[in-house]
């Protein structure tokens, strides 16, 4: 109310002037009297007590039931539930899971047939071999393991191969050979390549059909060839290799994927490898390494299975489960912990969500100050708390002008502020003229009008939030999440602006008045008014009193005087105006 017979007071011109301004602050509700002024500056630089915390150290004693016990409802600095993605994929969004574990296994090109095999496998008939030997006789052959496994070595005989593997050749045909000739002679034996072989892939594939390869190829080889699994039909976790018509291996291709570990088998001609119908599907989303849709071995799976397989972030504290049963929408909340004995169904999804209230609040620090510039407070810690933690010289800082700057706040005055402009857009364009005259004036008025509209929409708020009395006593505001607390500079000038002849910076002196530095900055200019003077307070306080005497870091603003006589719509005009002054400033 006070502010409003202030405004009447000043009229038109105090009103344009303002909403002009840059954006301004709000004023917090201060203490009632009895708590020890902030004015008064010790000589010296004030440390923080033995003991306290520092920088992003807690603030306040964590065993301090009143310090940790939540009251009240959620705040805005909590938010609500949230889902963050892992560090090293800054790239993915948090989402709903679409690709199946696994999928991308065969993603490649098919691969080319091996002409050397690996170490372990098992060589039979079909596969090339080289045997050569030197000294007291020498001999060199590359022949291929006929059908009954053996090799021919002229001056030697034959030696079994077929059932040794890849690795084991340079000692079995050593020792053959050792049983003909005891000494002086050396053998060097080595595998050329495996013999091709026809299996046949079916099942839910993407081109079944008679594959050839390698017999030293493995199962995900042929399944690559076969275009690999078909991600929504197949399974990659129930595989089976079929030999004469019986099952000779099962796969599960998780065990590769997650531990790199195959059947050891060597496939012969004419086997049939069998990818079976998908199982049962369960899909983890949100805060998790593996955003993926899971496979059930069975027909269900257990929550901390799917933990395993999800991995979710430290930061998941919750999860949301949802599904059908008995034909109808399931929808179930848990924690992590809880979702751990949970029993998951096909087609389920587990949503992981960050959904526990921080128990502290980071707070920045701007301005003059000695100590860290981020500071980790608990979630209810007082604004007067945290000043007590900050380190700053009194003889640099004006801790009388400390202020809060609020993201939230500034979120707030920058709705409110379009909700008066969008009123006064429509008001201007549905305004009814009763002759040409009038229109042709409201046609001018308009495209002023439009023209501040536009200026006012650009403007951002700040967010500041005045802490400070006249006595630099600080308000007891709770600090929220992502403040930052503004220390400003000490200094000893008063700057002089608005409509005045020559703005500029005055030396501050005590026995000085407003309008002394009026007439030190060349007195008011042809549209300033004596009557109509504002002091801007370090802090963002505004005074709209004549007989204020302005301190040290002051803003002293001469504000033009305006005619609301060439204004049609002046009421409209004052009235947006008006709104608008309230929400950047408050006025003292």
């Not at 500056?41 to 065993?63: E, F, I, K, M, S």
């Not at 890849?166 to 013999?195: F, H, K, M, P």
């Not at 430290?314 to 929808?331: H, K, W």
Request: aromatic share 6%; hydrophobic share 40%; with cysteine.
């Amino acid at each position: 109310m006070r502010a409003e017979m202030t405004l009447r007071r000043f009229g038109l011109p105090v009103l344009l002037a303002l909403a002009l301004l840059h954006a301004l602050p709000v004023a917090a509700q201060l203490p009632p009297p009895g708590l020890a002024p902030r004015g008064a500056a010790p000589p010296a630089a004030q440390p923080l007590p033995p003991g306290a915390p520092q920088g992003v150290d807690a603030l306040l004693n964590r065993n301090d039931p009143i310090s940790t016990q939540r009251l009240g409802t959620a705040t805005q600095a909590e938010g609500g539930a949230i889902a963050v993605g892992p560090l090293g994929d800054p790239m993915r969004v948090p989402g709903p899971a679409t690709a199946v574990f696994g999928a991308t296994l065969f993603n490649r090109a098919p691969p080319s047939p091996a002409d050397t095999p690996n170490p372990n496998y098992v060589l039979g008939p079909g596969d090339r071999v080289s045997i050569t030997i030197w000294g007291f006789v020498e001999g060199s052959v590359q022949s291929i393991i006929d059908q009954d496994g053996n090799v021919f070595i002229p001056q030697v005989g034959p030696i079994r191969l077929a059932g040794t593997r890849a690795g084991d050749i340079q000692r079995v045909v050593e020792s053959e050979v050792r049983r003909v000739y005891a000494q002086q002679v050396q053998v060097y034996a080595t595998v050329l390549s495996t013999g091709s072989l026809g299996v046949f892939v079916t099942g839910y594939v993407r081109l079944p059909g008679r594959h050839l390869g390698a017999a030293s190829e493995s199962v995900i080889d042929y399944l690559a060839r076969a275009g690999g699994v078909d991600p929504g039909r197949g399974s990659f976790r129930n595989i089976v290799v079929r030999r004469g018509g019986r099952d000779v291996a099962r796969v599960d291709l998780y065990n590769f994927l997650l531990s790199g570990s195959l059947p050891q088998i060597s496939l012969q001609q004419g086997d049939t490898i069998v990818v079976a119908p998908q199982g049962a599907l369960v899909g983890a989303d949100g805060s998790v390494r593996n955003n993926f849709l899971f496979e059930v071995a069975g027909r269900a799976m257990a929550g901390s299975e799917l933990l395993r397989l999800a991995a979710p972030l430290p930061a998941a504290t919750n999860a949301v489960i949802r599904g059908t049963r008995g034909g109808q929408p399931f929808a179930r909340y848990v924690t992590v912990r809880e979702l751990s004995s949970a029993q998951l169904l096909d087609q389920d999804t587990v949503s992981f969500i960050t959904d526990a209230p921080a128990p502290t609040v980071r707070v920045s620090v701007e301005g003059s100050r000695i100590g860290p510039s981020v500071l980790i407070a608990d979630r209810d810690a007082s604004l007067c708390t945290v000043l007590d933690y900050i380190e700053v010289d009194p003889r640099l800082a004006n801790t009388r002008g400390v202020f809060l700057l609020r993201p939230g706040l500034a979120q707030a005055q920058q709705r409110t502020i379009n909700e008066a402009l969008d009123r006064l857009e429509r008001q201007l364009f549905l305004a009814v003229s009763a002759t040409t005259g009038v229109a042709q004036i409201r046609a001018s008025e308009a495209n002023l009008v439009a023209s501040y509209i536009q200026r006012a929409r650009r403007t951002a708020p700040e967010g500041r939030l005045v802490v400070m009395d006249r006595s630099g006593r600080c308000a007891d505001v709770r600090v929220q999440d992502g403040d930052t607390i503004v220390i400003p500079e000490r200094v000893e000038t008063v700057l002089v602006g608005g409509e005045v002849r020559a703005p500029q910076a005055v030396v501050w002196r005590q026995n000085m008045r407003l309008s002394d530095y009026i007439e030190a900055a060349g007195g008011f200019a042809e549209r300033g008014s004596s009557g109509s003077v504002m002091i801007r307070k370090a802090s963002g306080r505004l005074i709209l009193d004549a007989n204020e005497a302005p301190e040290p870091g002051d803003e002293v603003v001469a504000l033009p005087m305006l005619d609301p006589k060439y204004f049609q719509i002046g009421s409209d005009l004052l009235n947006v105006i008006f709104q608008t002054a309230l929400v950047y400033r408050t006025f003292d």
